[in-house]
């Protein structure tokens, strides 16, 4: 198949045994690759065969060898001229963190090269009792000791590997491992890929440690042929021109990256503050977009053949959190290590952020679960004796660093902030501190204050999740549309059409920011020129209702229903303190009836009509 | 007179040297915003209307509320209008 590779590499690192099979046109006009593809792998190859087996979905174990992990790729994905086409996803049968499907996303440069390196996705199966890494040379496939790369932290696990890759004359080398967090299972340790690019969400990097997988190396020349360079050529010139004449693709996120957030978030009064007890943070401006560019950044870093290239590339020169070269923060960092925890010194930020990556932690998730142990100890419930010396209360910088890697690490304090806020809370008896969505940790949009966003979190199939269903885009941006943040009015219909496009997305796969300006007419005509397909607009939005509702289907298999469809009770109950949301909650039953209409769900769960509509067989 | 805040972010900010003037007005947004063109320059004018209308690719706030979704725009004593260019994240 034009586009593809066309091969999927299966490795079982109990046996380890390795093998190849083909990508199956059908499968990828249906489900395009990706997570739409490894959805399809993961529920027809291993969940129904796990359950002819009579294992039940419930008792799979996602730190156990029955667990399946795919770094999967798609058509667009490494195209050059194609809009941000340097992503990949990462899908997992089960997440530690959730217990429901892995599920995350990231840049850099590992996506295309896997591709270069000769292969569309690859499968890990089982579990090696020693550390072990997997290199990928031009198609040729190793599974190697990594006994030496043991407890070696992600900048310097990439370099050995880039280095002993380059000294064999590897070209278009790149390292997806995991740090000390992913080795220790930290419930919401990331894969790192290039040094700082995540796939941060719902623990994946915790699969792999259970695994016993610290890192994959891919390095190749592989040439990705298309159904039609001509047209391609045409197509890409005009997106590209569109993208740049874009003030949002072409400037803004180029210019301040995707922290020029905080401020609009904190000014409509969106931005959560101190654990979410408020969505207004008077110290906003001290860690904006604004004040990152003019004070420590250097230069960009944009991810392989990105236009846009929203990437930073930071230094904090002097001082206790020296850092002479990192990349990001990213918006929702800066948010979950600053705003939520109330550290309004962006020098930390920077630092805990740092840390993150340097020892392979979900930024989101350790930020929200460090504010929830803030409030926690000020409210009584965490003793502090409990805390051994760290002093955690809210707007401590020191207490914030210094949290972040005895995380990582497990090391007094942290081997409890290691569960993630949902167990923590429980532990500590106060389950409804814990600002998360099944299991995790909501991103950094108030939902009181933006009513759509909140249908969004409840309804995510990874859980407290922005990206999946961005509606903050219309809601705040006005992108495609201006709509009004506080009405409740056409927001179920809006989520559904941003968690159906944006599978789409994830399964071609390229970046999200490229829909600023790239609609679902785009995605068809790339899919058409790259692969050969056939598809209209319309199949577009079916492929991704269908993905969309595959995965909501295996979810309902681990006792997922519309029970698990909801948000944490200060955001239903507890009205915004003060600024200009003041008053607000989220009244969710003025939405999701609506969507789950739409939806043609009960209980939350597709009926197997909708399924028969869309070609999903159970 | 309503005293009211002009606050400029992102590009904005970068263009006119600074991210915020305070100004006596009218009551009106027009009214503010061309207060504040007398300290910022002329052009401030047309980096907010168009014509007389509000430029759609602004987002603009006052005291926190998209214009678009507030029934009248009359500014009291202290109220502060936050301006954007257009912008994205996530």
Sequence with gaps: ?618 | MPRVKIRLFATLRERYGRGEVEVDCDGTLRGAVEKAAEVLGEGFVGEVFEGDKPREDRIILVNGRHIQFLDKVELRDGDVIAIFPPLAGG
Excluded at chain 1, 67 to 73: C, E, G, K, R, S
Excluded at chain 1, 327 to 344: F, K, M, N, Q, R
Excluded at chain 1, 565 to 592: A, F, I, S
Aim: glycine share 10%; proline share 6%; aromatic share 10%.
């Design chain 1, 1 to 618: 198949m034009k586009g593809y590779v066309g091969k999927i590499l299966y490795v079982n690192l109990t046996d380890k045994s390795i093998r190849v099979e083909p990508i199956d046109p059908e499968v990828a006009e249906k489900y395009i690759g990706g997570k739409g593809y490894a959805l399809h792998i993961l529920y027809y190859k291993y969940l129904k065969e796990y359950m002819k087996k009579g294992i039940a979905p419930k008792d799979i174990d996602a730190l156990g060898p029955e667990n399946v992990l795919i770094f999967a790729t798609g058509p667009i994905t490494g195209v050059a001229g194609a809009p941000s086409p340097g992503r990949y996803h990462v899908m997992a049968l089960r997440s530690p963190l959730t217990g429901s499907i892995a599920s995350a996303n990231s840049g850099g440069e590992f996506g295309p090269f896997l591709k270069f390196a000769g292969y569309d996705m690859v499968v890990i199966e089982g579990a090696s009792e020693k550390p072990v890494y997997l290199e990928i040379i031009d198609g040729h496939v190793e599974i190697k000791d990594a006994s030496d790369l043991w407890g070696k932290n992600v900048f310097d696990t990439t370099a050995i590997l880039t280095k002993r890759v380059k000294e064999k004359g590897g070209k278009n080398i790149s390292v997806a491992c995991i740090g000390p967090a992913g080795e220790n299972q930290v419930l919401f340790a990331a894969i790192m890929n290039d040094d700082h690019r995540a796939a941060g969400r719902t623990g994946v990097g915790a699969i792999m440690g259970s695994k016993k997988l610290k890192a994959i190396v891919v390095s190749g020349t592989h040439e990705i042929e298309l159904a039609d360079p001509e047209g391609f050529r045409e197509l890409s010139k005009s997106l590209v021109e569109r993208m740049r004449k874009n003030p949002v693709t072409g400037e803004g996120l180029p210019k301040y990256g995707t922290a020029v957030l905080v401020n609009i978030i904190n000014q409509i009064g969106a931005f959560p503050y101190k654990n979410w007890q408020g969505a207004y943070n008077p110290d906003a401006e001290k860690i904006s977009g604004e004040t990152l560019a003019e004070k420590y950044l250097i230069r960009r870093r944009p991810c392989w053949g990105c236009q846009i290239g929203c990437g930073r590339v930071v230094s904090v020169k002097f001082g206790p959190y020296q850092i002479l070269y990192s990349e990001g923060p990213e918006y929702e960092s800066i948010w979950a290590l600053g705003s939520d925890t109330g550290v309004a010194d962006l020098e930390a930020i920077i630092k805990a952020n740092h840390l993150c990556d340097e020892l392979g932690l979900d930024t989101i998730s350790m930020g929200s679960t460090i504010a929830a142990a803030m409030e926690l100890y000020e409210k009584g419930y965490i003793p502090e004796e409990d805390l051994q010396g760290v002093d955690l209360r809210f707007s401590n910088p020191a207490a914030l660093v210094e949290a972040v890697w005895r995380t990582a690490y497990k090391s007094g304090f942290g081997k409890m902030l290691a569960l993630g806020s949902k167990r923590l809370a429980e532990v500590y008896g106060a389950p409804e501190l814990s600002m998360s969505v099944k299991g995790l940790e909501m991103p950094a949009y108030d939902p009181r204050g933006i009513k759509g966003i909140g249908l969004e979190y409840a309804t995510s199939n990874r859980g407290g999740c922005h990206v999946t269903g961005y509606s903050v885009s219309a809601e705040v941006l006005g992108i495609p549309k201006k709509m009004d943040p506080l009405s409740y009015e056409g927001k179920a219909a809006l989520v559904k059409a941003f968690q159906d496009f944006t599978a789409v997305v994830n399964s071609a796969v390229n970046c999200l920011f490229v829909t600023f300006e790239v609609n679902a007419k785009d995605y068809a005509d790339m899919f058409n020129t790259i692969a050969g397909f056939n598809f209209s607009e319309e199949d577009i939005m079916k492929i991704g209702e269908r993905i969309y509702n595959l995965e909501r289907w295996i979810m309902h298999y681990y006792g997922f229903s519309a029970k698990d469809d909801t948000l944490p009770k200060r955001l239903l109950t507890e009205p915004v303190p003060e600024g200009p949301t003041k008053g607000q909650v989220v009244e969710l039953d003025k939405m999701l009836p609506e969507y789950y209409k739409l939806r043609g769900w009960v209980d939350g769960v597709p009926t197997p009509e909708k399924l028969k509509e869309l070609g999903i067989e159970p």
